[in-house]
């Protein structure tokens, strides 16, 4: 809370104890709010009145229930006057918590919520990680850590980082009172003793010598990372069995060691042996000074960041450009350094006292446990190197970027320093991790000497004599060192101290030094002789004046030198002190040491930046230092190890391009004074000594700033004119005449023309005698001509001579090349020999680095492409015209590869092999169209040949020596070459079409047919993923050899599984300007990979197919998982160091490479549909030591919990997949799960929240049930079940990960929408598949409240035409969507449970989905179709489908989620159609809209799914709710709404107007069996027959079979709609026959229904017949039943008979009744299997025509039943077996066409016609007499039939009862006009036995229990009826209640006797 000082009793005088109690209470009264305790004290006196005391307490009391209510509490002092006192007196300030809160410190937040979990003491190792991962390129601003180093004590820890506070009286205070039980509570069931953890942190005080609160602190961290401390500990032996298994399970070939395996032990040993109070403080000593190492080291990237952030700042200011914006880590920096760190100076001083306290304490030692824990002291020892260490590296920035020289306090004292410790020259540890970490502190204390002696600054002002500066010895300790000559007397005292014990560290400084004293010296010498010259001269000449005032003054410094020069009786000290530096301190190679390890390598010391700023202050100290050393061989060894720090061609590529402040080439080149000293050196030494020139220029070749324009101090610019040509004369030439004898300088004119290159004689190297006659060349470059002038360097025989020759030096280099060719003609002219090995390794990497560099400078220099093929073209100018440079080094490879391969051994040289390689790979980049070729011809592979040789030399050669600079340059080669294909997949595929649109004169090799690129790289596979099963078992000289070859290899394997798997196919679609939703990929996903030809990495195909079947096929051998298993083991020992950063870099991504590749074959396998392999096995049994590698490193969580992922989707596919619960191990399993759930607190870095969320929704949803159980409710198996013990090391998760998720999302506005769609996600997952455990959750009920109140007062969605917000609407729909979804289940488990649901608050709060819910997608056609269109037109033979992605990856909203813009980007970056002019008007920008409207239309789908589901469950709760009944009613007129709209073409959208109508539907159907009769349910029927019309139109248009489906639903709509309007007719009274009021009634809709007969009943059903009639067992009966249906409804609404004319109109028009006939007499020809169902539903259909009377007069004249009886299946009728008994579906289905069609047909006609159809009826039932005896005999008595079995058991149908029932009212209708007609119109008699069928009847009626008995159910409905009970039977019915099935049979028989006995009471 923010702390408030509010007055409360202010300047009152006290005079009674009234007033004040008044006072008091006033204060009382005061409202506030905030936890505080207040301790009272009655000024000076501890006495008071009572009333005061009385109401203070009542005060006190009230501020600790507030506080205990928020469990925030602080404790004020409230000082009040003594009562008794008559003094107007300030009371003083009463502290009060403000209304407004404010944030707990982040530095240590409250202890009790860090104790309870809910907060997470940030680490300075958090903070390190952080930084960190903004190096590596992250761009996520740490908000985290950037409000942590804005916290006002970490800035006072930061600005005073070497105080280590102590205890004291106040900090022993402060601890009790963050520990009382005020602030925390102890508790039995507590996550941690409060006890245990006081008694712990007064333990480390005393231990450490630290203050309390700072070592509570400490204890904290180590209570909170307890969790990850155990998931480190050792193994358990099933642990190491499975991991052991897993690995094959051999003694000779597992990468297991014995020291893993030896390290197992007893589960329960290891959970005893972890919970010791001697572990635990171990474990808080080695925390404690884990977090001292990281703090210096935060502070020195916090130093770092700020100074090189100011250097760049100035240099882009230099440069015109605009400056970079800040990220958090710069913008820290600047602020520390400008703000805390006030005093430099002083800063540098308290780093020296530091560094000083660091090596004492080596020296002391901890003092910890008395030598009993020896890992502890050399913790102790590294930790104080390490601080020294870092400490040094901020000194040395402090002092380099310092614009002011050292002053001499801060010089003296640290050359003090480095007396005492012996320059850290002797410091030698026993333990080699410690002794690794001596070096950089080495280096580091040289660096930082040099840097204060400041050779740039100090000699410049050193050379300015006229300084008007105050030179002496009682200088200021403040000003500049230079200004005091005492102190520069007491420096040079230490440096002849370290070079008589030639302490080799001392050199540099030694060095240093000695150039300062000479130019002392000289500076001396000067005034000396200026002097003497002008006393000489006054002497002679009067004019000159000897004033004291003119008078020059002897040197300041002479006095000092002369000390210095008499400090050595027999020896000049500055050469004694230059002797001692170069030959017993070995300066040159110290130096040269020392630079190898600054660079961008592996192997280097610090960051890349400080290691070129500590090379820059080398160079310094060499180029200053020449004048006494010379161009010796040892100088330039250290000044070429000095530019190039170590780094080779490939630390070249990967490196990023340098500012030339930090790069000590760009400063070498740019100082013309080391340019001369060096440089010009060696131009003017070359050839005769080629070396050094070549590697000064390959130094200068990889100064990347060179590259972005015309450099004309490039290499490139040197080597186009090289002014000297140097070499050795032969013994006998004299073709030369000396000239300028006077100036004796052996200058030299040559007399006849001297060629460079001379003919090969007769294949032997022989050398001409006379040079004149070498060869005749036309080349000037090639040739010196007659007449120019040299000069003879040495005189001793043979003779070498310079001459002044200009010549192309890359023309030269190349001619040199062609000569090393065994085939050239030309050997070299200057030797009589080929080129020398040497140099054609550095000209071939020359020119590799060129070409290199070009291609990294191609973003700021749009002409490197032509640039570098420039180059090229020089290099090939003097060669033979068959020959160009490229042939010619692929010619040399080719020699180098078939005589290497021939020999073996480790002498065996493979420089220019790896050269070549290097030559290849930088031309991939340039014209990758002359790499393919070659290297499908070269034996490097094989591919058209035999074996490759690159397996030979790699087995024969580097096997045995244990490096692999050839196998890892292949490798490169390799990785560069699929880079190629995917960078030019689209250039290769159009640039024949369309040249012009790429950049000029990029040849990328359109023309190099697939299978040749193919073949390549199918050979590069298969012998890589060779080399990564085996090489785990090679020898190397060098760990980090094997890790960056497994790195390599592991990236290629990813990166081609990701371009092949990644992206779909093209496949030639029926509608090629349609465009698939993402929604659609998966079902397409099998069918395009087992297509691939198409893909624009098609040529990868090979390759991925190769790896896929290595590593997943069900025969892989455990061998293929060892390399991985050696990966994994080897993350498990990533060191935890600050130093040596770059090596740790290359181990943390070697893993990292190998999590992804593995990650990603698992992710293919799933794509592929493949089973488990045993990759997947093998993974599960090594889960306990992935599960670790979450623990070890921060840089690794994200890719475990990534694999794990993948691995649990990958085995669900099989029935029951392995458990990863049950492979990790409880133990395992628990601190695994305690770790996730942590959500990487304390940084939150979004992408590792959302991999974790993404993970556990995975658990939850892939049968992995123990897991998702312990997931859900933080208890393991055991613990579920009781079985686990009640140690606290045993107790469930504190919070189960889905409490943790319902109480975040319980306050999701505070959450970002990405994390929290992740969370709903999971949230939505456990639902589904553990309903009952989700429900279970206390927290259940609020999140469902908050989510619905969330719901509700969100704002509608808007559509917007920026990209940000869209991508916001994407996320805020998604969220709607998975809100939905769990509401839905939320009341789906409420109904199931019958527990109460708040429905009306729920519907109010639903407006966003009712508003919608249903509506289209807002999918924008015109821009897909404009980008579609001009990139196909950009881009010929490609379109957007190539750029499809898969699954394959996790895909998230946004810019990137359907087609793949960095896939993209990669194959167009250059093309300028592609990126734009402006960066954001190009198609990049306009397909990331695409993406964005496709995620936008992919969540829409979502939504309306989502909301389908939660709008059906919604009907459930219809009954008596009229708001909701019409919400649903206007859900279902807007998904006919929506469907109505004019609809995209794509096919999802009409899956989806599909899935609408289907809704519509479902709530229609629900809202009739509600029974609603709201009027609004009247609209449905016009909005469904509009959306018909709408989609048939005229109905002209035959019906598309996919479009079936649809129409169908629409069809059920309409007749679930007509239905509304037929229930209304039971609130309209049967009588009522008021005409006007049924037209009234009707008119509404009488139009819409006559449509309806006229387009759905008559059309309908003759479209119907036909597809019928073509295709039978295509055809849906049920359609010809929906029709019938919608005709019967259509008829039922009330007032329709009013338009019985035009109905009968309109059927007899379209001619259906004949339709119905015709179809009822194929009904035998069309059967289904055996079933004529079509002729039961003809006949159903003419049964319901002649429901009208007109239309049955009609059928009645037409024939009818002379129709029905010559069809060819009434025939089957007449025969004697059809009943509902009988054998067989068709006899079936007879009997039912005969009882539910034919008999209510004739009834029909009957009633309508009268006795005009009567003798027809009659004749036509008689034509049936097997019918008419088997229904007489139906329901014949038990034992009343003589022929009958009596074994035979007779049964009573429903089907049965209403035949008889027909047949009897035929019967009736027709006797009685017989009756009537008597005479005059004869009509036969039916043969019915009514006789025997009424004394049947009456038989079974008087037996009800008998009948009951046979009463046979037939069919669903029966089935149905007959498990519906009866309580009492209907008046009427008689007898006990029954089934519903019973009621009906017996009132059935009931109407068969009341027609049979009369007709009386029918």
Known sequence: MKEVRTPIFNNVGFRTAGRIEKAARKAENTHWHGPCIYRVKYGNSPTGTAAIRAVLERVAQRSRDIAKSQLRYKTLDVELPCPESRHNTTVGFLSLGAMVPSPQSSYFPSLDKCLNGDEIVISWKAVFSAIESTKRGAQDEQSVVESFLSNSTVRELLAKPFDRSTATAQSKSVFETKTSAINITPSSDARYDIKEVKADALWLSDSAKIDEVSALRIVVQECQARTTAKLLGRFSEAELASIRESAGDSKFTSPVTASLLSRGADITVIKTEFATEDNRRQRILLLYLSERRYFLECLNRLVQAAYIKKCLDLETQKRTTAPTADNWLQRNGRVFVTSDIKNT??????????????????????????????????????????????????????????????????????????????????????????????????????????????????????????????????????????????????????????????????????????????????????????????????????????????????????????????????????????RRAVNQSHVLETLNAMALRLGNTAEAFFADETGSIMRSVILDLLGSSNDGLGYIPEVVEALLSTLLGGQNYWDFVNSKSQFKAFDPVANFIDNNEWINIFFQTAVSRYPFEPQPFLRMIHAVASCTSTYAGNDPKSAVGWLEAIPFFTYQLPEDFIDYETTQEEDNNNNVRLKTPVHLFTPRSNGLYQKVKSRSQALTLVDKDFCIPAGTYGRIISDSVPKVVFWFHQYSGLKYFGKLLETFLTASDLVDATTGSPVDRDSVVEIIDIFATILQGYSKGSASNRSAQEDAQLVLELASSGLNRNRDIITVVFDIFEEELHRQSTTSGSEVPLGILVSCIHFIHALVAICPGRVWPHLAQSSLLGVNRGGGRLSIIVEGVELILGRYDFLFACTKLYEALIEDVVANAIRRRSESDSPARFAKGSDVGAGIADQVISKVLLHFARYSADVLESSFSWKFISQNDRRRLCKAIATIFDKILRYVYGIENNPKLEKPDAVELPSKIRQNEHKMIAE?????????????????????????????????????????????????????????????????????????????????????????????????????????????????????????????????????????????????????????????????????????????????????????PREALGKESNAKDSSPLDKSLLTTALERLSNIRELSKIEATAMLDFVSYSQNFYSWTVYASPKHAEFISSMTEYVGTLRPLQTSTNVDNQIETCFQTKILATIAEILAMHMFHARQMRSPSDIPDMIRNLHLYWKSGVSVPSLNSSIHFQLKQNFEARYPKCTLQDLKRTTLEDRQLGRQYFYDVSLADKMLQTNQSWTGVKGNDGHRASLEIVNVNLSLVDAQIALFHSWKVLAIELTSSLDGNVNLQEALIKVSLDCLTANSQSQHSEEIFARLCAQRADLALIITQRLIEAKCHLGQMKQLLAKTWDTIRNFRGTFDRELLEDDTPYYRSLLRLLFIATRAHTVSATHIQPEDSNVSKKIAEASPVASVVLDIIKYVVAMGLRELATKIHENALGSSPEDIALITGILNSCLHIPGIELYQPQIVSIIITNDTARVATTLFSWADGIAIDGDPIYGELS????????????????????????????????????????????????????????????????????????????????????????????????????????????????????????????????????????????????????????????????????????????????????????????????????????????????????????????????
């Open 1092 to 1276: 691939p030809t198409s893909k624009l990495t098609g040529v990868l195909i090979p390759s991925a197919v190769q790896i896929v079947e290595c590593f997943l096929s069900t025969s892989s051998s455990s061998l293929r998982f060892q390399p991985i298993l050696v990966a994994f083991l080897d993350g498990l020992e990533t060191p935890d160091l600050t130093i040596l950063l770059n090596e740790s870099e290359l181990w943390t991504t070697q893993v990292a490479s190998v999590f992804s590749f593995s990650s990603t074959l698992l992710r293919v396998s799933n794509l592929l549909g493949r089973p488990p392999t045993e990759l997947a096995h093998q993974m599960f049994k090594a889960a306990p030591l992935i599960a670790r590698l979450y623990a070890v490193n921060d840089f690794y969580k994200i890719h475990v919990v990534a694999l794990f992922e993948a691995l649990i989707v990958t085995a669900n596919n099989v029935a029951e997949p392995p458990s990863l619960l049950g492979h990790l191990g409880p133990h395992t399993a628990k601190n695994f799960l305690e770790a996730v759930s942590e959500l990487d607190k304390p940084l939150i870095r979004p992408e590792n929240v959302l991999a974790i969320w993404r993970f556990l929704s995975m658990v939850v949803s892939n049968k992995q049930q123990w897991f998702g159980n312990y997931l859900l409710t933080g208890k393991t």
């Open 345 to 578: 100076e002083q800063f540098r001083l308290r780093c020296i006292q530091a560094i000083r306290n660091n090596v004492e304490s080596i020296g002391n030692g901890s003092g910890w446990y008395s030598g009993e824990r020896q890992e502890l002291e050399v913790e102790w020892i590294r930790t104080h190197l390490t601080e020294a260490t870092h400490t040094m590296e901020t000194l040395f920035y402090l002092i380099y970027f310092d614009d002011e020289f050292p002053t001499s306090e801060s010089i003296l004292r640290w050359f003090e320093l480095l007396r005492d410790c012996g320059f850290f020259d002797q410091f030698t540890m026993e333990d080699p991790s410690l002794q690794s970490l001596v070096i950089p502190l080495q280096t580091a204390s040289m660096t930082a000497s040099l840097a204060l002696l400041s050779l740039g600054g100090t000699l410049g002002y050193l050379h300015d004599a006229n300084s008007t500066a105050a030179i002496s010895p009682t200088a200021e300790p403040g000003a500049p060192f230079v200004l005091n000559t005492k102190t520069l007397e007491t420096l040079h005292e230490i440096m002849m101290h370290a070079a008589d014990e030639g302490f080799i560290t001392a050199g540099p400084p030694i060095l240093a030094w000695v150039t300062i004293l000479k130019v002392l010296n000289t500076r001396i010498s000067a005034r000396t002789t200026q002097i003497e010259d002008r006393d000489n001269l006054g002497r002679f000449d009067p004019r000159v004046s000897t004033d004291s005032e003119t008078a020059i003054l002897p040197d300041p410094y002479q006095g000092m030198m002369e000390t210095i020069m008499d400090s050595l009786d027999d020896d000049d000290p500055i050469d004694f002190l230059a």
């Open 1739 to 1962: 006949i159903l259909f003419l049964l319901e025509l002649s429901s009208m009377p007109l239309m049955a007069e009609q059928l009645a004249i037409d024939g009818v039943l002379g129709q029905i009886a010559s069809a060819n299946i009434t025939s089957y009728l007449r025969r004697g077996n059809v009943s509902p008994f009988a054998e067989g579906t068709g006899l079936q289905r007879c009997y039912s066409i005969w009882c539910r069609g034919i008999l209510p047909f004739l009834l029909n006609l009957l009633d309508s016609v009268q006795v005009s159809i009567a003798a027809e009826v009659a004749m036509f039932l008689n034509q049936f007499l097997p019918l008419l005896k088997q229904c007489s005999k139906a329901f014949e008595a038990p034992e009343s039939s003589r022929t009958a079995s009596k074994a035979q058991t007779r049964f009573i149908s429903l089907s049965m009862c209403s035949e008889v029932h027909s047949l009897a009212l035929l019967s009736f209708i027709i006797s009685g006009f017989r009756e009537s007609l008597e005479g005059t119109n004869e009509i036969p008699e039916v043969n019915l036995d009514t006789g025997a069928i009424l004394e049947n009847v009456e038989f079974w009626l008087g037996a009800r229990s008998i009948l009951r008995e046979r009463i046979l159910p037939m069919g669903a409905r029966d089935e149905l009826l007959a498990r519906q009970k009866v309580e009492k039977a209907p008046a009427g019915l008689g007898g006990a209640g029954g089934s519903k099935l019973e009621e009906i049979v017996v009132a059935e028989l009931m109407g068969i006797r009341d027609i049979l006995s009369g007709g009386a009471d029918s």
